[in-house]
């Protein structure tokens, strides 16, 4: 085997993330996406020893496990790769993975809880960015998600099974618009032109609505007839928010340089377990809203009685967690790096009437040094990329009974956790949430203990 040879075989173990690996003449053999029990065509990328890196060109026969009858743009569309899969298959194929890479991390002897499947495993996303593009080069202005393995190919989603109907309602209405308006889209590789994205957020606990258009500044397009046609739409959510929003970055990133309010005002609230949260167009919320209340249950009940904790929120984004605990909190703190997040989270606690939370602004590792409580509890939310060694030190310095991992990214987990025991923390117990069902992505909550 070697480099551009161009090889079938039958996919083997799907592991986290959305890989696969298949031994292949005592080679591991590794591919972005497949799933077990496909045939495929690939060409091999890279080789080394007893290794190899390839690219799939054809999908040549199902898996015996595809039984589910996917949406119309499933292998076409970048997004949900295990769609074709029945849904208690995935929950079974991600459980495994979990603990696959904590085996191969030597960390065993903990209380493992399985995995917890999302109370909706279609129409679950309260948001969805979508860019504008065209499907072929020279074609009609489409507006969607990226085309599988292209960075340019944009397919307009109308038959997405992520979103309810107010989304593809938005969505198919506002490209029907815009087409004949003949307005240029936005090319990141010259950076001209006008249309860059649509952001819909709905709050599903409140049912409001929130249309973002984002245009550069390149044209002085009156928005006032697209904000008639929305609101003329026939929708199940009440529209409370139409924002026009001004990117000149060169990044293919939503960013604002400046924010119009079209319509209505400039967030959403939602309700998590009896609280309420205001939702700024920028702001971190998880995408998955009943799975959130079920992710931040599990976190509630591994803690338990805390009545008289004081509780440490890292990585709290707008507060959230920390806000859940709350109610039988001592006191709890929360740590955020991104100041317009920590603004958020103060103003969301002081909706709830929550008078012993405060949220501070700075880097996790430098910022609980400057704590004058120690605490109790500590809960870390971190990105995907994890905790950082220096601030696992830091945290385990404070020398807290208990503390509450929630992860996005078992890889960097199951990492973090090996760094956790060198400061006298041992795993007790491990519970999944599938907060992105038809796709390779799993939550994990773990709970550690001082026993050193």
């Given at each position: 085997m070697k480099r551009r040879d161009i090889i079938e075989f039958e996919v083997d173990k799907m592991e986290f993330g959305g890989t696969s690996v298949t031994k292949i003449e005592n080679r591991d053999v590794s591919m972005k996406g497949g799933i077990t029990g496909q045939r495929v065509k690939a060409i091999v990328q890279k080789t080394k020893s007893g290794k190899a890196d390839v690219k799939m060109m054809e999908l040549l026969e199902n898996?015996?496990?595809?039984?589910?009858?996917?949406?119309?743009?499933?292998?076409?569309?970048?997004?949900?790769?295990?769609?074709?899969?029945?849904?208690?298959?995935?929950?079974?194929?991600?459980?495994?993975?979990?603990?696959?890479?904590?085996l191969q991390q030597d960390l065993i002897g903990f209380e493992f809880l399985g995995i917890q499947g999302s109370p909706l495993n279609k129409l679950y996303r309260?948001?969805?960015?979508?860019?504008?593009?065209?499907?072929?080069?020279?074609?009609?202005?489409?507006?969607?998600?990226?085309?599988?393995?292209?960075?340019?190919?944009?397919?307009?989603?109308?038959?997405?099974?992520?979103?309810d109907n107010d989304f593809i309602s938005v969505l198919t209405s506002t490209v029907k618009y815009f087409n004949e308006k003949e307005l240029p889209y936005y090319r990141t590789m010259s950076h001209q032109g006008y249309l860059r994205n649509l952001v819909v957020r709905k709050g599903i606990n409140t049912n409001e609505l929130m249309v973002n258009i984002v245009t550069s500044s390149q044209i002085d397009f009156d928005m006032a007839e697209y904000k008639e046609m929305l609101l003329n739409l026939e929708l199940e959510a009440e529209l409370v928010s139409i924002l026009h929003t001004i990117n000149d970055g060169l990044a293919d990133a939503v960013q604002c340089d400046e924010l119009r309010v079209l319509h209505g005002r400039d967030y959403i609230t939602e309700e998590v377990l009896g609280l309420k949260f205001k939702i700024s167009p920028f702001s971190f919320f998880q995408t998955n809203t009943k799975g959130a209340e079920v992710l931040y249950s599990i976190a509630r009940d591994f803690i338990g009685d805390h009545s008289d904790k004081v509780i440490f929120d890292?990585?709290?984004?707008?507060?959230?967690?920390g806000q859940v605990m709350a109610g039988k909190a001592k006191?709890?703190?929360?740590?955020?790096?991104?100041?317009?997040?920590?603004?958020?989270?103060?103003?969301?606690?002081?909706?709830?009437?929550?008078?012993?939370?405060?949220?501070?602004?700075?880097?996790?590792?430098?910022t609980v040094k400057n704590l004058k409580d120690k605490p109790d509890l500590i809960i870390v939310d971190p990105p995907r990329p994890?905790?950082?060694?220096?601030?696992?030190?830091?945290?385990?310095?404070?020398?807290?009974?208990?503390?509450?991992?929630?992860?996005?990214?078992?890889?960097?987990?199951?990492?973090?956790?090996?760094?956790?025991?060198?400061?006298?923390?041992?795993?007790e117990k491990v519970k999944c949430m599938d907060m992105f069902p038809n796709t390779p992505h799993v939550e994990s909550v773990v709970l550690l203990t001082k026993v050193l």
């Open positions: 898996s015996p496990i595809e039984t589910q009858t996917p949406c119309k743009h499933f292998n076409q569309c970048g997004g949900c790769s295990i769609l074709s899969v029945p849904y208690e298959k995935q929950l079974e194929i991600k459980e495994r993975q979990v603990l696959d890479l904590f309260n948001k969805m960015e979508y860019t504008f593009g065209d499907e072929v080069k020279g074609g009609p202005l489409t507006l969607g998600l990226h085309k599988k393995g292209r960075h340019i190919d944009i397919l307009t989603v109308d038959g997405c099974f992520l979103v890292l990585y709290s984004g707008t507060g959230t967690i006191k709890v703190y929360g740590i955020e790096i991104i100041e317009e997040a920590v603004k958020a989270a103060n103003e969301n606690a002081k909706l709830n009437g929550l008078s012993n939370c405060e949220f501070i602004a700075g880097d996790v590792g430098k994890g905790v950082h060694k220096d601030a696992v030190r830091d945290i385990s310095g404070f020398g807290a009974k208990e503390i509450v991992y929630i992860s996005c990214n078992p890889r960097t987990l199951v990492l973090d956790l090996v760094e956790f025991k060198k400061y006298g923390y041992e795993v």
